[in-house]
């Protein structure tokens, strides 16, 4: 592994091009947005779905410590190929961070084999994000809550298996609470689903959103464990032969 972590951050790329109120919110895309937020110890490297192979060829990913995703309106453009190629390097060990309406993408649903729905809204609602594990390095300078004053509602209940850790929950001006970050295992690969960042509001300019957004990528670093052996396998130990009767 390189000195630094190497983090790609992949974005459709399609609502900041059609859309004049995204456009403005993010004049450079939100996947820029979001990689301007990391800290200066990975080096980041951007995707977007109409690149060639969705800019996740398999050089690109075998060189993707950890691999952040947003998308939301073209869930069914990306190729299987590609979702089984994302899928199968996170089993191998590649950390994967799914912020917002990425709940609903093929790589997601197939790492957590469920549908992934939930309930929603878009009114312009105050979120306030609570940090329930307060020990945990996902929220390290992050203080009880993150408060966002205008947000999309995600509602309960969000069909997901049940995470490794339940890391924040959040409150909205509607009355909703949502499981809004959440850590799973799959393989040798962490998982973090974080769940602000709807396109018409510029929450990836937060600072404790990016906080939050930094330290999940050096959470999901990959370790340096080599990757198990599968398949017939030849015994440690001298197998004696029985006595038949």
């Not at 939301?72 to 199968?88: F, T």
């Not at 191998?92 to 992934?116: N, P, Q």
């Not at 959040?170 to 909703?176: A, D, H, L, P, Y």
């Not at 930094?214 to 370790?223: E, G, I, L, Q, T």
Request: with cysteine; hydrophobic share 35%.
């Amino acid at each position: 592994m390189s000195q630094k972590l190497r983090v790609t951050v992949w974005n459709e790329f399609r609502h900041e091009k059609e859309s004049e109120i995204v456009r403005a919110a993010y004049p450079q895309g939100i996947h820029t947005a979001i990689g301007e937020g990391l800290d200066g110890a990975v080096e980041v490297t951007y995707a977007i779905l109409d690149d060639a192979e969705h800019g996740l060829t398999e050089e690109v990913l075998n060189n993707t410590d950890v691999l952040i995703w947003w998308g939301h309106k073209a869930h069914d453009e990306v190729q299987d190929e590609i979702v089984n190629r994302v899928q199968q390097r996170v089993l191998h060990g590649m950390g994967l961070i799914v912020l917002h309406s990425g709940h609903f993408s093929k790589v997601f649903k197939k790492l957590m084999g469920t549908s992934c729905d939930l309930k929603w809204r878009e009114a312009d609602e105050k979120e306030r994000i609570w940090v329930v594990s307060p020990g945990h390095p996902i929220v390290e300078g992050i203080g009880e809550y993150i408060e966002l004053e205008a947000e999309e509602m995600y509602g309960e209940h969000f069909d997901i298996p049940q995470p490794d850790e339940l890391i924040m929950v959040s409150w909205f001006e509607g009355g909703e609470v949502f499981r809004s970050g959440c850590t799973f295992t799959r393989g040798q690969g962490k998982i973090f689903y974080f769940r602000p960042g709807h396109e018409t509001y510029r929450t990836y300019y937060n600072e404790q959103v990016r906080r939050v957004i930094s330290n999940a990528v050096h959470w999901a670093a990959p370790s340096t464990r080599e990757y198990p052996k599968y398949g017939n396998h030849k015994p440690l130990e001298e197998i004696k032969a029985k006595v038949k009767a």
